[in-house]
């Protein structure tokens, strides 16, 4: 049976939507911990929700592990569940976003940044390689107007 691509398209979509909201927490302010708390916790639902669609456009029949709506795993279980070229796309991605140096005097924002960088990098990596995934381009991108979490 192959996948529903409404579905999948829902959960890219949940991802989008979580992005745009993670770049309006930092827009606000990263020097407000809370308002870093927010940005990143949506930045990791958005990788979270990309990974849930890749898994879902790779799952068949009624069994599937994750179907639209359902509760989203943590995101090395759902790195996991995937194969091929979206596996080899996530793997990557994290790899990119745990590449990043922690800075020692603020997990807090290191913890950010690398949410960031994983969602970004996820969202750039899949959008490239299936982007009959997506309703909206890569290209189209978002509010990125704070190009880092890290400070000034």
């Known amino acids: 049976m192959q996948p529903n691509l409404e579905d999948v398209r829902e959960w890219m979509a949940e ?14 302010g ?3 911990p809370m308002q870093l708390d927010l940005a990143g916790r949506h930045f990791s639902r958005a990788a979270q929700a990309y990974l849930a669609g890749g898994v879902e456009y790779q799952q068949h029949g ?20 995937l194969d091929g070229h979206l596996r080899d796309e996530a793997d990557a991605a994290a790899n990119a976003a745990g590449g990043q140096s922690p800075i020692p005097d603020d997990a ?11 969602a970004e990098e996820l969202r750039d990596r899949f959008s ?11 290209e ?10 890290r400070g000034r």
């Open 15 to 28: 991802g989008d939507r979580l992005m745009a909201e993670a770049y309006d927490y930092l827009n606000i």
């Open 30 to 32: 990263t020097g407000d």
């Open 62 to 81: 009624p069994e599937a592990p994750v179907q639209a709506g359902a509760p989203i795993d943590d995101a090395a279980a759902l790195i996991g569940r």
């Open 108 to 118: 807090r924002r290191a913890a950010a940044e690398r949410s960031r960088t994983f």
């Open 128 to 138: 490239h390689a299936a982007p009959h995934l997506f309703t909206r381009p890569a």
């Open 140 to 149: 189209s991108g978002f509010e990125r107007t704070v190009a880092s979490v």
